[in-house]
């Protein structure tokens, strides 16, 4: 998700790219102090709530989840 082209990102304000790309060093370390805490966020509040919000930007914003080329 954080390789998203940002007029994507902008275009769904309502979802935590904070968050989302706070879980992405210690997810990408693989072990650590912090893994244990990231997983628990991700799987317990991050995960959940971005499906969420790309449901409902997929309802607003159908166009922005075309698979198709440019």
């Excluded at 998203?4 to 904070?18: I, K, N, Q, T, V």
């Excluded at 693989?30 to 449901?55: H, I, K, N, Q, Y």
């Amino acid at each position: 998700m954080l390789d998203l082209l940002p007029l994507a990102r902008e275009s769904m304000p309502a979802l935590d790219w904070g968050g989302v790309c706070s879980l992405a060093l210690p997810l990408r370390q693989g072990s650590g102090e912090g893994l244990e805490d990231a997983m628990c966020f991700a799987v317990g509040a991050s995960v959940p709530a971005t499906l969420l919000w790309l449901r409902i930007c997929r309802q607003r914003q159908p166009r922005l989840f075309l698979m198709a080329p440019d």
